[in-house]
């Protein structure tokens, strides 16, 4: 006879020779490579096979990452208990305890930091690229710094508890020691909290265009707790920024509140010139141009003449291509402008009904009138905005800043779609605390539309020509417009606008423009 987690079994006539506790002790550590290995298998044939039958990756990525630290944990486990079967000494029992927990502790540390670090810090950053909140963008970075930390002191502290060893009197040196670490890098920890303080604050975030405190303009490449890496346009380079030096400059951010620009280009026109007449045209040569922003309705009739004035053939067609892409984005603003519109209506048709509570009938009438029309709305805003982005901008014509435009507005529409779900899920079973904010919940998401969706219209924005000055020989203009995105074009499209409009304004009012004047009187000599 053997025993086997405390069952006693019969043993074959053939092995005789195993009847005693080392023939328990090895058939104990046989079954438990028997669990170890079924589980192994479970693992990596059984349950992959069914979540790879499931959408999505997480459940793959969690699945390889438990299935070794398990069987590892099974095999200590396991040691420990088939030393059961020994009649040792307690002080032996009590040291091969102490190792085998040891093992476990260190175990369960590696586990959970390769829980967090794969999938919570991994598809925690993710989220942060595909949302507006700042509070993912602060998190996953300092668990993704402080987690490995955490882990490591929580299991050494266990550890030291497991050997008898006095925590009180390691944290005492541990303190001396920090104090004496923090005085040595001072300089670290200061840009490590101002790294959490941009984090936090948000001045700028990755790919914005920034301008230092020496004039430099730099996309935000990458925010990280001790450094800011900066792309430097003008040099092709990269700039490494201590974050506490970031933190106490004043740093001017060109892409917020939106991504377009404004741009002046002075003009001079000679005295007697008819300055309405030049002001139209100057203002019509700045509307009339594909990347600058005005309304699209006075926009198309100037672009189409436009184009008929053009020679250059390819010059042609990008320019007829532009066209078609603000014909679609035309359209495109009038569905976000109706759907604003219909969500004003509802939000105040919740209003009216929400004093005293939502019944169901008020529910299933809000779900008639307002919830799904503006669901129909919602998909086809989305669709309309796919052929918006399908038609690519002419001037964009590098591979990988296409993708990435079009990454921008699939999350978008991805915010948009979600956003929306949300609030129709609530509009349709509020909770407590939502059944009285359904109408705040409501125009709150009519806002984000207007402006995080995609910047509507603006009047304030079209192009306008503004007196400067009487000078010496010539009256001096200003000539005012947007230019749509300075991202686009590996940031060069500002000077390219302007150069274009500088170019035809020279073409169409060139004999206007004056040679400076200077009248030079001799004195005689006596």
Known sequence: MITVFGNSLPLPTELPFLANVWGSFLATVLAWVVIALAVYLAFTYVLRWLSRRISGEIDDVIIAILR???????????????????????????????????????ILAYLVWRLVHDVVVYYGEALARKTKSRVDDVVVPLVNLFGPIVVILAAMGTILTIWGIDIGAVLAGAGIGALVLGFALQDTLGNMFSG??????????????????????????????????????????????????????????????????KVSIPVGVEYGSDLSDIRDTLENIARAHPNVLGEIEKKLPLLQKRIKSLA??????????????????????????????????????????????????????????????????????????????????????????????????EEANAHLHSKWEALKKASTLPSGEQEMRLD????????????????????????????????????NLRLDFYVDDIRLEHFERQGRVVTEIAEEIHREIGAKMPFPQVEVRLKPKD
């Open 312 to 409: 250059d053939h390819k010059e042609r067609e990008r320019y007829a291509t532009m066209e078609n892409k603000l014909k679609e984005e035309q359209a495109l603003d009038k569905r976000i402008a109706d759907l604003v519109q219909a969500l004003r209506a509802m939000a105040r048709a919740v209003h009216e009904k929400e004093s005293g509570g939502l019944d169901r009938r008020e529910l299933k009438e809000l779900c008639d009138a307002h919830l799904e029309p503006i669901s129909s709305q919602v998909a086809s805003t989305i669709e309309q905005m796919k052929a918006w982005v399908e038609i690519d901008d002419p001037w964009v014509t590098d591979d990988g800043e296409r993708a990435i435009v079009r990454g921008r507005w």
């Open 68 to 106: 070794k630290p398990l069987v590892a944990l099974i095999i200590v486990f396991g040691t420990l208990n088939s030393f059961e079967v020994f009649e040792l000494p307690k002080d032996t029992i009590a040291i091969i305890e102490r190792i085998v927990n040891t093992a476990l502790i260190l």
């Open 440 to 475: 705040d919940m409501t125009n709150t998401f009519a806002d984000w539309i207007a402006s995080g969706y995609k910047s509507m219209p603006e009047p304030w924005k079209e192009p306008e020509v503004n007196f400067e000055k009487f000078a010496a020989s010539c009256i």
């Open 196 to 261: 959490i303080a941009l984090l936090a604050d948000a001045p700028f975030r990755t790919n914005d265009l920034i301008v230092l405190p020496d004039g430099k303009i730099c996309q935000v490449t990458r925010i990280s707790l001790r450094v800011t890496e900066l792309y430097y346009l003008n040099e092709h380079s990269t700039i490494y920024v201590p974050n506490r030096d970031l933190a106490n400059a004043m740093v001017v951010n060109i892409t917020k509140p939106t991504v377009d620009l």
